[in-house]
């Protein structure tokens, strides 16, 4: 079937809403543009923050923004752990939140190089399974550890059974998972920036032009995409662009 | 999302278009979808209403009202539906000619179903002969086992987790908060009282944890024995709120079964049980997650 439209080409940063899926985001840039449409990694639904799309020939570039830092808030209640670490999983365990020096000790195990189980959710596969499958038949099953990096790890307000985070770690890191190991779940969590793009850039209605993105990336992460491909497609390039509001389409 | 009850009021534009049903839009149904939404051409749904089985005469209890259908296929990336009014004169015509006045008329070029999909009369159409119609197609990806009336069987059940498995969500129920007996606000946990289209499937009477509004929910579906009711209520304590949702529209996620009806002893022994119901929808999980 022939390929969707290459152009518009560009990068567009959204705030997601808590409530629609990722999806549903790329869906409606895709209605506004009629071009192909891509994204650099997912929010759950529950969760809101920066998305980074793509559109048009711009869905090539993906691979450079997928391995970038990210930073997130996040409100921890450390009053039960639950299966996914968010508010939607099966309470798992239920206790006195910790005082503020146990709190800062479990923070601190927490900071530089960390490997902690990947929460029981969604996507993960064991053994060609679904971890939720197998959650479900009773099959109790280690998920497995996943390496990563926490520049970062700030208290930035405490109300004694909940706790605000703001969070700096490397690609890959599971929030939900440094709530469950300080023995808590995200009540809420806010992706504030991915790699250069802060989430106070979103504008659903702004097209970036790829180069004046890819100049903001690490030089690492822009060669992850061959230059003979970027070049094809900054030749797809047109000035910053507004692009038409939903509905108009 | 543009919703139109006849081709005349959609322009004709090259679309590619998912035809069916729909009803629970199932993970079966999602893969249909996407593959429309995917593929060149405004995503497009052509669906029918009332269900087809219904008008030939078998009653079907439907798993998601028509609006709900409609959010859902919105949700999915769908531009425009056109809802064909399934009549006994529909189910009569001869699959080329429901392609020229259905699908022609309104410029669709892609036709985007499962590999098992029929239509027409005595369902003698199929994709093979959409293609000689000259129609583009694209078979979406089998969902092993993701059917309505598996789901609707799971329901009936009281299967909660096996029905959301094949939804790729939790099961729901749509309605209208109207005023009830009252009686829950006097024991201590007042009910938001649903008014469910007679149409819909409700799942096996008991005692659900669930979730509405951004809440966890106990939710009682059933006749409320212990009062001798007869009646279906379906009636949800959300937990942590205070409010009033008279006359608005709710939609109930439902996701774990805890118990059957009962009748108790007296008051206060319900009263004990409506509590540890609480407790368990707290403690509850969301099932159906991708």
Known sequence: ?249 | MKVAHTPAELERVPRATAIGTFDGVHLGHRAVVRTAVEARGRPTVVTFHPHPREVLGNRVALLASLERRLELLAELGIEETLVVEFTPQIAELAPGEFARQYLEAIGVELIAAGESFRFGRGRSGDLALLRGLGFETAVAEHVEGASSSEIRRRLEAGDIEGAAELLGRPPEVDGIVVAGDQRGGTLGFPTANLRVDQALLVPRFGIYAGAAHGHRAAVSIGVNPHYGGSERRVEAHLLDFSGDLYGQRIVLELWQRLRDEAVFTNEQELVDQIARDVSAARAAGRPGRP
């Open chain 1, 1 to 249: 079937m022939p390929p969707r439209a290459r152009r518009p080409a560009g990068i567009v940063l959204v705030d997601k809403p808590s409530g629609p899926s990722s999806f549903a985001l790329v869906a409606e840039l895709r209605r506004r543009t009629g071009a192909r449409t891509g994204h650099a990694g997912t929010l759950d639904p529950f969760a809101t923050g920066l998305l980074v799309l793509l559109s048009g020939g711009a869905t090539k570039l993906v691979p450079c923004f997928l391995g970038l830092d990210k930073r997130y808030v996040t409100d921890v209640d450390l009053r039960a752990t639950t299966s996914t670490g968010d508010p939607e999983g099966r309470m798992l365990s239920e206790h006195e939140p910790p005082g503020e020096h146990e709190l800062e000790r479990r923070l601190a195990r927490l900071r530089g190089e960390v490997e902690l189980p990947i929460p029981a959710a969604s996507a993960v596969k064991i053994g060609g399974e679904r971890a939720y499958r197998l959650a479900r038949r009773g099959t109790t099953v280690a998920m497995p550890l996943r390496r990563s990096q926490v520049y970062a790890l700030d208290v930035i307000a405490s109300s004694g059974s909940s706790v605000r985070l703001a969070l700096h770690v490397s690609s890959g890191t599971y929030v939900r998972a440094i709530a469950a190991a300080l023995g808590g779940h995200c009540r809420t969590l806010r992706r504030t920036a991915i790699g250069p793009f802060p989430v106070e850039e979103a504008d659903p209605g702004l097209l970036l032009p790829p180069s004046e993105a890819l100049a903001r990336l690490p030089a690492e992460a822009a060669e992850r995409v061959p230059a003979g491909v970027r070049a094809a497609v900054l030749a797809l390039e047109e000035p910053r662009a507004r692009l038409p509001a939903a509905g108009d389409a």
